[in-house]
Structures are given as structure tokens and as C-alpha cells.
């Protein structure tokens, strides 16, 4: 049975952008005993705003994208992360970091080479190995992905668009698994979240393409199950950027008010929406 979700956080209202996307999940779940869910990634509590849950659904049923079971809360999943942290601090793979965000910009400065990502530079790994952590500060948990990647040894994934890709541990360098101020982080939750809702198929945006080795480090070192991976262009405005939740023209409430159909939006925001070929129950 194949099971897809669509992800959304409530900190704005949807565009054409998430249009497509839920689209493509529902498209890839729309079969004979499949499922599509909801999960609300609202851990960032600080730019949640309540009223966006219910406009999300209002516009994925008007989009006539139905779901099953209750959509989750992330934030009502914390304990969740919090055990998963464990286990990762019991297996030495993660470390407390204490820099301020000023802080590493400031050594990024200072460094002839600064370790580069896909979208910039890397935290430099100021805090691997500390010895005197300064006792007035709440640390945030960073993967030392040096040392998970001598446990995991070679790892791969397969994605429908992107063939078979190997896994490059230190392609983010070593992420925030746990931010200090909520527990936890997208990268951390989402891997635990996917494996308990039980999610064969990840479908979402090509530009979470490089976060999708951080993801099959974590399911490797937790023991979670492997989905298959699609990861589709993106939807983007005239200029060629991709869209953003402050653009209120592209939003589909703004569009719904103006008259338009369920159909012309899924239009607009794809002409062609991919559909994905039949895959096999995993």
C-alpha cells in the first residue's frame, strides 16, 4: 500500500506551489487501498499563526484533494523527537553546540576556506570536541556527520525523477538536529514523523533535495524504514523565483476570491501536473 503526505506548515496560506505539491502526493496516492495524509510542521511555533490550520484544509478540500485520518501536529509530537535525540546522544553522533548565529558568521570571517554546502558555507564545527562549554547557555545538538559517517558506511536513495543517488554525509555539514529553543528541528522530525505515519512514497520540492542525505543518515542510525523519494521542480513566478507565502497573488485564497475554479488553479500553478508511474507497494 502506498502512502504519501503532504507537509505544510500554518505559517501563511498556501500557493500555487503547494498546490502542485499536495497534488503530486495525492496524484502518487490516489489507488486502490493508498493513503494520503496531513501533517502540520509547526514546530517553529514562533511564526505560527492558529487561523492557518483550518484555511489549509479549507483550500486542499476546495482543491478536491480529500485526506485520511486526522491531520498531525508536530508540536503535539515532541516527546517523539526528544526520544530520537536520545538514542542519537546514547550512539555519540550528535554534540551540543553553543554558538550564537553571530557567532559563526563571525568564524566563517575568519576561515581562508570556509567548508561550503549547496546553498553556502557549513558551520565550521566550532563546538565538536569542546572542552570548556560555557555553563550560561542552553545548547542546541548538532550531527557530527564525520562520526555518522563511520557507522553508516555507504547509503544511497532512490528518486522517481533523480535515479539512484548516493548519500554524502557531510554534503550540509553538521545541521542542527535540536534548536535550543524548541527540542527539535525539520531534519529530526520529519524522519521520526514519516516512519510513524508510516510513509512509503516522500514526494516534496527539488530544493529539499540535499536535505534528503541528512534524512537517510538519521533513518539508518535510528533503524527506520527507507520511502521512495520524488522530488519535482518547483512552481515559480515570472521572474523565475520560486514562489513565497508573502506573495499574496499567488495565493489560492486570493485566487478562489477572485472567481477562478478548482481546475484553472491547478493549471496555474502546473500545466502539465507529472503523474508519476505506477510503483509496487514497497
Known amino acids: 500500500m502506498i502512502t504519501t503526505r503532504f507537509a505544510p506548515s500554518p505559517t501563511g496560506k498556501l500557493h500555487l506551489g503547494h498546490a502542485y505539491a499536495a497534488k503530486v ?16 510542521e509547526d514546530i517553529d511555533y514562533t511564526r505560527v499563526r492558529p487561523e492557518f490550520y483550518q484555511d489549509i484544509l479549507d483550500d486542499l478540500a476546495w482543491l478536491g484533494l480529500s485526506w485520511n485520518g486526522e491531520p498531525w501536529k508536530q508540536q503535539e509530537r515532541l516527546k517523539h523527537y526528544e526520544k530520537a535525540l536520545e538514542q542519537l546522544k546514547e550512539m555519540g553522533v550528535v554534540y551540543p553546540c553553543y554558538c550564537t548565529r553571530r557567532e559563526v558568521e563571525e568564524e566563517l570571517t575568519h576561515l581562508a576556506q570556509a ?17 570548556n562549554p560555557p555553563r550560561d547557555r542552553e545548547p542546541a545538538w548538532r550531527l557530527d556527520s564525520k562520526k555518522a559517517a563511520s557507522l553508516i ?130
Not at 25 to 40: G, H, I, P, T
Not at 221 to 245: C, F, I, M, N, W
Request: aromatic share 6%; net charge neutral.
Open 115 to 131: 567548508p561550503q554546502g549547496p546553498e553556502g558555507p557549513l558551520y565550521p564545527g566550532t563546538c565538536r570536541g569542546l572542552k
Open 153 to 282: 558506511g555507504s547509503l544511497s536513495f532512490q528518486d522517481q525523477i533523480h535515479g539512484n543517488i548516493k548519500v554524502v554525509p557531510g554534503l550540509l555539514g553538521d545541521v542542527i538536529l535540536a534548536r535550543k529553543d524548541i527540542g527539535t528541528s525539520y531534519h529530526l522530525a520529519v524522519v521520526v514523523d514519516d516512519a510513524a505515519q508510516k510513509i512509503t512514497h516522500v514526494t516534496r520540492g527539488e530544493d529539499l533535495l540535499p536535505s534528503t542525505h541528512i534524512h537517510r543518515i538519521l533513518q539508518k542510525l535510528l533503524g527506520l524504514p527507507e520511502p521512495q523519494y520524488l522530488h519535482h521542480e518547483l512552481v515559480t513566478d515570472q521572474s523565475g523565483e520560486r514562489l513565497a507565502k508573502r506573495n499574496e497573488a499567488q495565493a489560492i485564497a486570493s485566487l478562489r476570491k477572485k472567481g477562478l475554479s478548482a481546475e484553472e488553479v491547478k493549471k496555474m500553478a502546473h500545466p502539465d501536473f507529472y503523474t508519476p508511474p505506477h510503483q509496487s507497494s514497497p
Open 25 to 40: 502526493a495525492y496524484d502518487l496516492a490516489n489507488k486502490e487501498e493508498s493513503r494520503f495524509v496531513v501533517r502540520f
